[in-house]
């Protein structure tokens, strides 16, 4: 009786253990997700407040118009 309580104990932590790395994985999907979708937001927000469409650019911001294209416009 003895070793089917520790067998089962074992089993209940091992499993915890898994859960608790499944759970810190997701955290970590989830605020890079975050950050990507906010530095996204950023990019787009600049190229439209900068007027970076082909026939509006001005030359001076070129190069940071085609930083800003790099990411999709999220409007």
């Avoid at 009786?1 to 089993?11: G, L, Q």
């Avoid at 955290?27 to 906010?38: A, G, M, P, T």
Wanted: a neutral charge; hydrophobic letters at 35%.
């Amino acid at each position: 009786m003895a070793p089917k309580f520790f067998i089962i104990v074992f089993s209940y932590y091992v499993l915890r253990f898994f859960w608790a790395i499944q759970q810190a994985i997701e955290i970590k999907v989830d605020e890079y997700s975050q950050e990507l979708h906010r530095s996204i937001s950023e990019c787009s927000k600049s190229y439209l407040d900068n007027r970076c469409t082909p026939g509006d650019r001005v030359p001076a911001l070129e190069k940071a118009c085609s930083q800003w294209e790099k990411y999709p416009l999220n409007s």
